[in-house]
């Protein structure tokens, strides 16, 4: 059974940085796409950055030149960092991967940008 487990969240002022970690079980993320969604209080859940099998990104408008999706592909785990955070950023975030059409998601990581 595919597992996605996130960590990394937590409190952290504003122009801080984090890096989150989803570590996957049962399936190889070098072999499909991965990506991380956010969802904040009151609002649909958003993509925020994938990367697919040949090592291409995307990111949300509002993460460019703030973000960096990345794998390690022998620690089968996918990273997100997060630089010069705004409060906007506040959200859950979760991993995903959809394996042969069936969508899989981590059971989330708090991130708060608050001073």
């Known amino acids: 059974q595919v597992q996605l487990v996130e960590c990394g969240g937590g409190l952290v002022q504003p122009g801080g940085s984090l890096r989150l970690s989803c570590a996957a079980s049962?399936?190889?993320?070098?072999?499909?796409?991965m990506g991380w969604y956010r969802q904040a209080p009151g609002k649909q859940r958003e993509l925020v950055a994938q990367i697919i099998r040949d090592g291409s990104t995307n990111y949300h408008d509002s993460v460019k030149g703030r973000f960096t999706i990345s794998r390690h592909n022998f620690k089968n785990t996918v990273y997100l960092q997060m630089n010069s955070l705004n409060p906007e950023d506040t959200a859950v975030y979760y991993c995903?991967?959809?394996?042969?059409?069936?969508?899989?998601w981590g059971q989330g990581t708090q991130v708060t940008v608050s001073s």
């Open positions: 995903h991967t959809a394996p042969s059409g069936v969508w899989v």
């Open positions: 049962d399936i190889m993320v070098s072999r499909y796409a």
